[in-house]
């Protein structure tokens, strides 16, 4: 049985700013939004929560505890100032860290929050726990859809979320609308699950 898409399709992206996967599904999705019509919502989720009672190898328990801290900041911004802050501070944040490379998490957020013109004193909630709440609720509305063995980012249209896709490079143009149109249809089918290979090639910013 399948269901018949609307007419413009909702996009709900959940993100989690160090993920660099997460990262290039993002780009793809500024590459659908320019081409199709479409209304995209963004979210974030975390690494941090989804790992935090997991057996992890010291290097990645250490990338896990340094960064709540990034997403902590966008969620207070967009509590404080609206959703719409959402992006622009994920883009800031993750065009220094991702394709930037860098990894000083302070000054990627004091920089981002200045660009985007938001009150710097929203990296102060980086080492606290006040916005864990809402960011619990975030990330569980995303994992909800997909369940929890999977990573960042979940990508639901007119409510049917998926981990991914998975994508380097950045697909551009009619190409990045195809791989929207095919991944519309697959959550079109009401018992589609999962399509996946291994990957063999990292992240190209």
């Given at each position: 049985m399948t269901s018949t898409p609307t007419a413009r399709p909702v996009v709900d992206?959940?993100?989690?700013?160090?993920?660099?996967w997460a990262w290039m599904t993002s780009r793809w999705m500024d590459e659908v939004s320019a081409i199709r019509d479409v209304d995209v919502r963004w979210h974030v989720m975390s690494l941090s929560v989804l790992n935090e009672k997991r057996e992890l190898p010291d290097t990645y328990r250490e990338l896990m505890d340094d960064s709540w801290g990034a997403v902590r900041v966008i969620v207070a911004a967009a509590r404080d100032h609206g959703d719409e802050v959402?992006?622009?501070?994920?883009?800031a944040m993750g065009t220094r860290r991702h394709p930037g490379g860098r990894r000083d998490t302070a000054a990627i957020i004091a920089e981002s929050l200045a660009e985007v013109g938001l009150p710097a004193e929203l990296a102060d909630v980086a080492g606290t726990e006040d916005v864990d709440a809402l960011l619990r609720e975030s990330h569980g509305e995303g994992i909800t859809l997909v369940g929890d063995d999977v990573g960042t980012p979940?990508?639901?249209i007119d409510g049917i979320g998926f981990f991914g896709p998975v994508v380097t490079p950045a697909p551009t143009g009619e190409a990045a609308g195809r791989l929207f149109d095919g991944l519309a249809l697959m959550t079109s089918v009401a018992g589609f699950y999962e399509l996946k290979r291994s990957r063999t090639a990292g992240p190209s910013f």
């Open positions: 992206f959940w993100f989690d700013p160090a993920c660099p959402i992006k622009p501070l994920y883009d979940v990508v639901a």
